[in-house]
């Protein structure tokens, strides 16, 4: 099988799977394509490195639009981009397709799982959503803000609400935290109290 190039192995598992003659080789471009390996179609799989042999295992397993895909640690070894560009098939393919895979990458789980199940030493040791699992057993970052506002002022409440936002999404990125919930204290005459009209949520602004 090693000397076979990326495009015979899909031609290959094409055939398995009957798709119809006429539609292989269009079928076989389109996802060639879609794992971006179009350049390399020609190149023996042996030669390939292991990030692209990653991308030339998920194309075979999307080929004939299966019911069930199965996927073992998809995007290990890609890069950064690859690694985005291959999540973005894998989502794409959820659309018509149950997908089941297993990874190290809590990120990846993040991105691709609608549901999450941890295993340690064989055993279930919990299943739900990301976000279930997160506010259950997360440990992430609280941002806590003072500010000096009048209440009467709208207009500071409103550009209150976007810096908050715009710098908690700068931190996270930036530095690669988890913020799950920002607190806002608004000090008036020398105490302080929550700010209650505005609560900053990871979940409805979609820190990523």
């Not at 295992?57 to 690694?83: F, H, N, Q, W």
Request: net charge negative; glycine share 6%; charged share 30%.
């Amino acid at each position: 099988m090693n000397e076979l190039t990326g495009e015979e192995h899909l031609k290959l598992f094409a055939g398995l799977r009957d798709i119809p003659y006429d539609q292989v080789n269009s079928e076989v471009e389109r996802l060639l394509s879609e794992v971006d390996l179009t350049d390399s179609k020609k190149m023996r799989s042996s030669s390939y490195s292991g990030g692209m042999k990653r991308r030339l295992s998920v194309a075979i397993s999307l080929i004939a639009d299966p019911k069930v895909i199965y996927l073992d640690e998809p995007s290990t070894g890609l890069d950064p981009k690859s690694r985005q560009d291959l999540w973005g098939v894998i989502n794409e393919a959820k659309m018509n397709s149950s997908v089941i895979l297993t990874t190290h990458s809590m990120e990846e789980a993040d991105i691709l799982c609608d549901r999450v199940a941890i295993m340690a030493l064989g055993e279930l040791q919990c299943i739900g959503t990301a976000l279930e699992l997160k506010r259950r057993y997360g440990k992430g970052y609280t941002l806590q803000d003072f500010v000096s506002c009048d209440d009467s002022n709208n207009n500071c409440i409103d550009k209150l609400k976007t810096f908050i936002t715009e710098k908690a999404l700068y931190i996270s990125r930036a530095l690669g935290v988890e913020i799950m919930s920002v607190t806002v204290v608004a000090r008036e005459g020398g105490d302080s109290r929550a700010l209650n009209d505005y609560s900053f949520h990871r979940d409805s602004h979609h820190l990523d």
